[in-house]
């Protein structure tokens, strides 16, 4: 199975993501430059975090017109695996790929701290792994991971089972304080209605070796490739 | 060719600029003519205290700079030190105080930016930023505004170009209420075959400008640095630069890749004094000239003069000397990363800094006489008046508290020592997944990617103890912050400073600069951590009030084997308790004083004898290393009683603890002593842990049991040990814990 990371201007979770990869899945993965327009070969195509093109518009928003972003989206549509951290995330809403926008956190201020995840849909290629109601702890490293949609949108998701993580306590409990932006619904990482996009605002890549005292995001590298491995049997 | 030299000088433009009737002497004896206004404001910022350390210099000299590790000291961009394996650590620190007095947020970005270049100019991929910060009272709605710019500024640079701010400190005290300190330290790792130098040698080589186009912001920053700040400060607004992490970023990458090509002979950050001190610079240290047309500097708007582009300290630019013949490669690099790389002049043989405005000269002048023949003052110094009377102390007159657990819950609560999550969580302080200790602890550690080593780091200084005795305030700052790494399992190997002080030409500040300096060093030889360079920051004053003197340590240690590291917070119920070192009655200058008896600053501060502190240094890091102790923390501000509550709240535990009442009450809980280390062992590994420490010969004690979910405390009389214990502090880790986590937030509300 071979993993993509894009590398937009102003990425800097990409070498993490790459590493991560590597340390879970010890599959190959490469690079993609921003400009490349073509994702041949490549099996499931990652998003990372940081700051593409400085964020100084609307978060994401002028990310999705790198060349690379057709291709992506040709890719998902195709029923290839996409997942978006954090900026990725955001550049999946402005690029259409999911649905929904991101604001500010409430606070107004940068959140960097580990948060608690309730599995909400351990159905998708990303959460394959995860015992339903599984509680992932994560960190969250954001200024605008403040998730909102609209009702209908909001209905849709839940209806579809779209909502792939909750942010919630130790226990799985959902709650106005378990949540550290406002996202609606406590929403802290949605699909599309195939499952193959998943968006999330927390980062897995940070918390995949036990040596950063934190091991739990390597079950999503480890559903990925299960999914493939599963797919091309 | 023709010098622009038409317009005289008008008598007194030297004193706008901030030179002296003999400095400008000087000049003219130099070029052996008056200089051109394009002339003079080169010589200005180039002689200005902020580049030229013409005050500091003489006594900066007085630092070990040597040492078998130590692969660059101080004179470059950053030190390097050897971390083995052929990998090697550059670090350097330095303030941007002045400006983030006048715009906190832009202030402190653009003073991460520039630290994060100095480090990635010798071709080190920046790992970790800390940060050093020191404001007036949070009661104070200014210091609010300043305290949460400066965090934002910070957060905002740092987060968005990637770097992880992993630690550092702040400490509030009415002294910075006008004049906060905003340190930035910044870490990067490094191949030794890759490290690169601020010189332009080889004459014929090209000279690029690289990065961001040039603006009018920061014209006469260095300047605006080298004085006191005033009410008319605040009209210098356009003198304070304006970042964006994000070009830094593209700057970051392209450099490194520029570097790992192969074409560079010299690269140096346009930092203070932008393109000027830059050249001049490179060209002094490689013994050459530099010829460059500003016609060719790409600017961000028409009618830039010469005399702006030269003195513009718009970030997010480089100076860099290439191969002869490599001028497409490189600029091929930068146009991949979307930015611009412009061959602006070349490397002479004849030693000027020569300047041309298309045909016509437009400066012309020794770029030795810039650097090397800066004016060198031996300023007069005498112990300031102030000393007396504060190191004025009767302890009969500080009554005993009654209630000590209200005594340290208030501790807690206090500014300086309460949890300082408010700030770092708007830091991302995980970035780069190498963060392996994070913030809040002792020192931060980093791991090294593909090794078993982890770097450990902390920033240090207690200002107080500087203020009302510099030798040893200076000698504390350097042994606290290798105290520090020590807990975390490191060996300190070298520190970088930046050295806050107020108006040098006072006596009196000349004579706490002088004995801070002497401080340091002695524990620099002491420690073995040489000085690899750093910044000092003078004119830190208000009105004619200096700041408390704050030489700021970093320091940089190195864990061999991740495996051993150690941390603060006690771990399983059962475990030992020990403090090694010695409790005496030493509450001048300490944070007990100031929050509960309002004596901010009085007394004579805790003594510090070096050779007790490197025994105490060295058994414990050996402990720790033969895998006996399970927990370390140092007792700094606050004292024991604070220290075992940090372990107790990181740990989730509770601890029960005897003491022996040999001196007053209170200063056995809150008396801040040197060289002590609060450590846990495993019951099993209890005698052994004794033996060693008995056959080290350093002094420790039995404190208790790590259990239960309250820090317990009870003292027993001296006179008859077997007497019944009298309980002073019962609290429960909880409760604690949530007066010293809310409280800087609840502060900020």
Known sequence: MKFGVVVFPGSNCDADCFHAVQAATNEPVEYIWHKTDNLEGFDCIILPGGFSYGDYLRVGAIARFSPVMDAVINFAKGGGLVLGICN?????LEAGLLPGAMRRNDNLQFICEDTFLKVENNGTPFTALCQENQVLK??????????????????????????????????????????????????????????????????????????????DGEIMFKSILATWQRRVR | MAHQNDEKLKPGTWKEMGLTDEEFQKIVDILGREPNFVELGIFS??????????????????????????????????????????????????????????????????????????????????????????????????????????????????????????????FFAPSYEENPLVNAMCVGLIDHQDIKKGVASGVGNPVMVVGARTGRDGIHGATFASEELSEESADKRPAVQVGDPFMEKLLLEACLEVIKSGCVVGIQDMGAAGLTSSSCEMASRAGTGIEMDLALVPRREKGMTP?????????????????????????????????????????????????????????????QALTDEAPVYQRPYSEPEYLSEARELSLVNVPQPDDNEKVLMDLLAAPNIASK????????????????????SDGSVLRVKGTKKG????????????????????????????????????????????????????????????????????????????????????????????????????????????DKRCTQDFKDAGDIILMVGETKVELGGSEYLSVV????????????????????????????????????????????????????????????????????????????????????????????????????????????????????????DAGCATGRPRTVINLPVSEMENRWREAIACLMK
């Open chain 1, 88 to 92: 990725g995330f955001q550049v999946l």
């Open chain 1, 138 to 215: 994560v960190p969250v490293a954001h200024g605008d991971g403040n998730y909102y949609c609209g009702e209908e949108t909001l209905k849709e998701l839940q209806q579809n089972n779209q909502v792939v993580f909750r942010y919630s306590d130790s226990t799985g409990e959902v709650t106005p304080k378990t949540n550290p932006n406002g996202s609606i619904d406590s929403i802290a990482g949605i699909c599309n209605k195939e499952g193959n996009v998943l968006g999330m605002m927390p980062h897995p890549e940070r918390c995949a070796e036990e040596l950063l005292g934190n091991a």
């Open chain 2, 45 to 170: 910022v180039m002689w200005s205290e902020h580049c030229s350390y013409k005050t500091s210099r003489p006594v900066l000299n007085l630092f070990p700079t040597e040492g078998e590790h130590i692969l660059q000291g101080p004179g470059e961009n950053a030190g390097i030190v050897d971390i083995g394996d052929g990998q090697a650590v550059a670090f350097k620190m330095e303030s941007h105080n002045h400006p983030s007095a006048i715009e906190p947020y832009q202030g402190a970005a653009t003073g991460v930016g520039g630290i994060l270049r100095d480090v990635f100019t010798m071709g080190a991929r920046p790992i970790a930023v800390l940060n050093s910060l020191r404001f007036g009272s949070l009661e104070s709605a200014r210091t609010r505004y300043l305290f949460g710019g400066v965090v934002s500024g910070i957060s905002g640079y740092g987060n968005c170009i990637g770097v992880p701010t992993v630690g550092g400190e702040v």
């Open chain 2, 307 to 367: 005399y702006e582009l030269m003195l513009s300290e718009s970030q997010e630019r480089m100076l860099v000397v290439v191969k002869e013949g490599t001028e497409d490669t490189v600029k091929e690099i930068f146009t991949k990363w979307d930015l611009e790389a412009v061959v602006v002049g070349q490397v002479t043989d004849d030693g000027m800094l020569r300047l041309t405005e298309g045909e016509q000269v437009v400066a012309e002048m020794p770029a």
């Open chain 2, 421 to 440: 999550e408010w700030v770092y969580r708007q830091y991302d302080h995980m970035v780069g997944t190498n963060t392996v200790v994070r913030p809040g």
């Open chain 2, 455 to 562: 770097i450990a780091l902390s920033t240090d200084c207690n200002a107080r103890y500087c203020y009302l005795n510099p030798y040893e305030g200076g000698k504390i700052a350097v042994a606290e912050a290798a105290r520090n790494l020590v807990c975390s399992g490191a060996k300190p190997l070298a520190i970088t400073n930046c050295l806050n002080f107020g108006n040098p030409e006072k006596p009196g500040v000349m004579w706490q600069f002088r004995q801070a300096v002497q401080g340091m060093s002695e524990a620099c030889r002491q420690l073995n951590t040489p000085v690899t360079g750093g910044n000092v920051s003078f004119y830190n004053e208000t009105r004619g009030t200096a700041v408390y003197p704050t030489p700021t340590v970093g320091m940089v240690g190195l864990i061999e084997d991740l």
């Open chain 2, 597 to 716: 008896h309002g004596m901010e600053a009085k007394g004579t501060p805790p003594e510090l004898d070096l050779e007790l502190e490197q025994q105490v240094q060295q058994s414990v890091l050996e402990a720790i290393q033969k895998g006996l102790v399970k927990s370390a923390h140092d007792c700094s501000e606050g004292g024991l009683a604070v220290a075992l509550a940090e372990c107790c709240i990181s740990g989730g535990i509770g601890a029960e603890i005897y003491s022996i009442e040999s001196i007053r009450g209170d200063a056995l809980l809150f008396s801040e002593s040197q060289s002590r280390i609060a450590i846990t062992t495993s019951e099993n590994n209890v005698a052994e842990l004794i033996n060693y420490l008995t056959a080290a010969g350093v002094p420790f004690t039995r404190l208790g049991t790590v259990g239960g979910s309250n820090l317990k405390i009870s003292l027993l």
